[in-house]
Nanobody, 126 residues
Framework: QLQLVESGGGLVQPGGSLRLSCAASGFILDYRTIGWFRQAPGKEREGVACINNRGGGTNYADSVKGRFTISRDNAKNTVYLQMNSLKVEDTAVYYC???????????????????WGKGTLVTVSS
């Protein structure tokens, strides 16, 4: 059964850090392009970061560039989003998204999304 499970969300003060995880079962993440998206209350879902398959490069939305880092641990079949210098406006539900095989990042979002996780809530507040 194909499954994506995000974790690592929570409440953090402005300027703090969190690391989100996206663990996969039923398929090998190394073969896939992966994206992180977020959806703030009352707003549309937006792309945040993307990492190409098989050791390919990464891309970031301007709003998170220099603060967020997307990476993968193939041994754990997990993709991470390290978030530093968090701002109140980073508050959102964060989703990982897996692209179909032979699909790549188009800027900071996957060209296509085959699977979505259920999301993890990040709240940045003092």
């Amino acid at each position: 059964q194909l499954q994506l499970v995000e974790s690592g969300g929570g409440l953090v003060q402005p300027g703090g850090s969190l690391r989100l995880s996206c663990a996969a079962s039923g398929f090998i993440l190394d073969y896939r392009t992966i994206g992180w998206f977020r959806q703030a209350p009352g707003k549309e879902r937006e792309g945040v970061a993307c990492i190409n398959n098989r050791g390919g490069g990464t891309n970031y939305a301007d709003s998170v560039k220099g603060r967020f880092t997307i990476s993968r641990d193939n041994a754990k079949n997990t993709v991470y989003l390290q978030m530093n210098s968090l701002k109140v406006e980073d508050t959102a539900v964060y989703y990982c998204a897996v692209a179909p095989l032979y699909s790549y990042c188009s800027g900071y979002v996957p060209e296509n999304v085959a699977y979505w996780g259920k999301g993890t809530l990040v709240t940045v507040s003092s």
